[in-house]
Every structure is written in structure tokens, then in C-alpha cells.
């Protein structure tokens, strides 16, 4: 449910909608959603500041009810 959350998040702020993809991971720390955007959206979904970034974070962790770790990366 949070990696379909993270996408519909990111897929309506991007230019490039259908580069966009989320991967959920579990390790012994908790679950990790890997985000792909294309490289021309990287600073788009960041944000100055990482404010953007943030509060992409802010949101998972108050839909998730355990430790969630947010990594996002460009498709390169």
C-alpha cells in the first residue's frame, strides 16, 4: 500500500510520469522504498532544500505503522 502511495505522490509532480517507479525492500531495519525518476526530475521531486523530499517522508511515515526509509534516485 505505501509504495502505491509513494507513486501516485510522485507520479503527480513529475514531468515524466511513466519513468517513475517504486520498489518496496524489507531488511533487518525495516521496510525501504527505492524511488526511480527520470533525471530530469530528480530536482523536482528533492525540492530546494529537500523540502520536497521531506515532506514525501513526513507523509509515508504517518501512513506506515513501522520504520520506513525513503531513497530516491534517478534512473541513470
Same mark, same amino acid.
Given at each position: 500500500?505505501?509504495?502505491?502511495? $509513494? %507513486? =501516485?505522490?510522485?507520479? /503527480?509532480?513529475?514531468?515524466?510520469?511513466?519513468?517513475? !517507479? $517504486?520498489? !518496496? =525492500? %524489507?531488511? /533487518?531495519?525495516? %521496510?525501504?522504498?527505492?524511488?526511480? $525518476?527520470?533525471? %530530469?526530475?530528480?530536482?523536482?521531486v528533492?525540492?530546494r !532544500?529537500?523540502?520536497?523530499? /521531506?515532506?514525501?517522508?513526513?507523509?509515508?511515515?504517518?501512513?506506515?505503522? =513501522?520504520?520506513?526509509? $525513503?531513497?530516491?534516485?534517478?534512473?541513470?
Open positions: 500500500m505505501l509504495a502505491e502511495a $509513494v %507513486e =501516485h505522490l510522485i507520479k /503527480n509532480i513529475v514531468d515524466f510520469p511513466d519513468d517513475v !517507479s $517504486v520498489r !518496496s =525492500h %524489507e531488511n /533487518n531495519r525495516g %521496510e525501504l522504498l527505492r524511488v526511480r $525518476v527520470n533525471p %530530469e526530475d530528480i530536482g523536482r528533492i525540492g !532544500s529537500g523540502r520536497t523530499a /521531506n515532506a514525501i517522508r513526513t507523509v509515508v511515515q504517518a501512513l506506515a505503522d =513501522h520504520k520506513v526509509r $525513503v531513497d530516491i534516485m534517478d534512473v541513470r
